[in-house]
Structures are given as C-alpha cells and as structure tokens.
C-alpha cells in the first residue's frame, strides 16, 4: 500500500466521477475502482466515471509492483464514507443518489480522502503531493499481510525428443477480496504465461567480449505464443482482510508469476525423475 487521495463527486443527474491516486497499465486498476464505486452507492457502472492518473484531479506518483488496487480502494472506501456523511445518507446500503444531490440544493456534492499504508508516516502524504513516492513502509509492526498462490502444472515430455509441453495449470488464489474478478482472473492467466516462457522457453546469456546480453529482439528471445499455452484454471478464495485495509483487499502482481516455472519444474520431475535446477528447461536436459 503507498499514500493516496480520492476524490467523488455526486451529481444531480445520479452520475459519479472518481479522481484517484494510480495508473492504468493494464492490470484492471479502472474496472476494480468502477466497480467498488457502483457496488457502494447502488448505481450502474456506467454512470461512474473513473479518472487515473491524472494530475488536474488528485496527486499522482509512481504506481508499480503489486500496489495498485489497495492503495487505490483504500482511498475510494475513505471518500465514499467521506461522501455518504456529506449527503447525509446511511453508512450503508443503496441511497437515491440523485435525490440526495438535490436536496442539498447543489448540481454536485463533492468528498476528498486521504489514506496511506500501515506504518506510514505523515511525511508520505507530503510526499504524494509533491509527485514522489513514500519514502518507506508500509510497516506491520503486529501482523503480516501477503497473498498466496498455489499453482498446479500439467505437463507432457516427449521421450524421443525431450520436448516439453503444459496442457493445463490450475491457480488457487488468497488475495484478500476480489475487487474485480475477470481482470484478476486475467492477470493471473497473464503470470502463468509468463512462467511457462521462464520455465520452457526465455533465456538469455552474456556476451563473453562485448559484456550485452545475446539476444536483443523477440525474433531471438523466444516467449510463448498461444500455440505453448493450454488450459490455465483460476480460482480465488476470495476472503477479505480487513486488518490489512477497509476494503479488505491485497496485491496481486508478481505472486502470481513466481510460482508456474517451479511448478512447471516439480512436473517434469514427477514425468522424467529428472531434478532439473536450471531455466529454462532444455531438450537437451532431458536427453
């Protein structure tokens, strides 16, 4: 978790804008703050309008690892609370938002949060605005908070050749609650495409004269195409933390990576009796 600053606005016409703290590369970061918004205040998705990254709304900084949606949800919990006291509208449960706008007697009711992680210091937030990352933390001094994978690889070796395939992964996740499903479930899908390649098929070594790597381009450095990729299951416990964050949700970045190539690598042990401790895994270690 790193320092953020939400911001909601209620408008009349029953519309929510969203200014957050956190950027959008991809990882779903859009959809999970979309969706807690909408699932809080009993409104549909589209009448909420998220802004990222966007340094005319909230501060900005660096948004990296496995931090996004804690931070991010963290501080959208925070200004929805922040919101509902402002409209004088119950803690909980489904408010007529419209109605509730305008009987304030304003096109837009508006409501600001500040949050930073366990541990944190005052000095993050000084930070945050000045566009820096915190400079520590956070720290948990009582607990500790991770998620956890368990990853189950399938895989076939070819006795003639020693080729190497993965027909089906299954991944158990705990990663707190899951603000968002499909786009987690997408990155999960994601790591084990990533730990096939490091498993069977990425590798790269120094140039004894020069000191550069060897292969500098996709057309050398193989990754896996969809034709290396078989099934990958994906299951969530989906338990909130709430010692952690109101929310209740964790990180789910490079956890669910570093697993698939020692499990990958556990299979073709259990197929050949080969413990092979090097990767990626070659033909040439199984001939």
């Not at 020069?210 to 299951?233: K, Q, S």
């Amino acid at each position: 978790m790193a320092p953020a600053v939400a911001r909601l606005t209620a408008h009349a016409s029953g519309h929510v804008t969203v200014d957050v703290t956190g950027h959008e590369m991809g990882q779903g970061l859009s959809t999970a703050v979309t969706r807690a918004v909408a699932a809080d205040l009993g409104v549909p998705a589209d009448r909420v309008r998220t802004v990222l990254g966007d340094t005319r709304g909230v501060p900005q900084h660096l948004t990296a690892g496995s931090w996004g949606t804690a931070t991010a949800l963290t501080a959208v919990h925070a200004a929805l609370r922040a919101l509902r006291a402002r409209l004088g509208v119950p803690d909980s449960g489904p408010p007529d938002l419209a109605a509730a706008v305008a009987a304030t007697g304003r096109p837009a009711v508006e409501a600001e949060a500040f949050t930073r992680g366990p541990g944190q210091s005052a000095e993050a937030g000084d930070r945050l605005r000045a566009g820096a990352s915190a400079p520590a933390g956070p720290g948990y001094p009582e607990f500790s908070a991770f998620s956890f994978v368990a990853h189950f690889a399938e895989v076939r070796v070819t006795a003639a050749t020693g080729r190497v395939r993965v027909p089906r992964v299954v991944s158990v996740v705990d990663c707190g609650r899951v603000a968002s499903p499909v786009t987690a479930a997408g990155q999960v899908r994601g790591g084990v495409v990533w730990g096939v390649g490091a498993a069977l098929r990425e590798g790269n070594e120094p140039d004894p004269v020069f000191g550069g790597f060897v292969r500098t381009d996709l057309a050398e450095y193989v990754v896996p195409v969809n034709a290396d990729i078989g099934r990958v299951d994906v299951e969530f416990v989906d338990e909130p933390d709430f010692r952690l964050n109101a929310p209740g949700v964790k990180g789910l970045g490079e956890v669910a990576f570093v697993g698939v190539a020692a499990a990958v690598g556990n299979a073709v042990h259990h197929a050949t009796g080969r413990r092979l401790r090097r990767l990626p895994i070659r033909r040439e270690d199984l001939l």
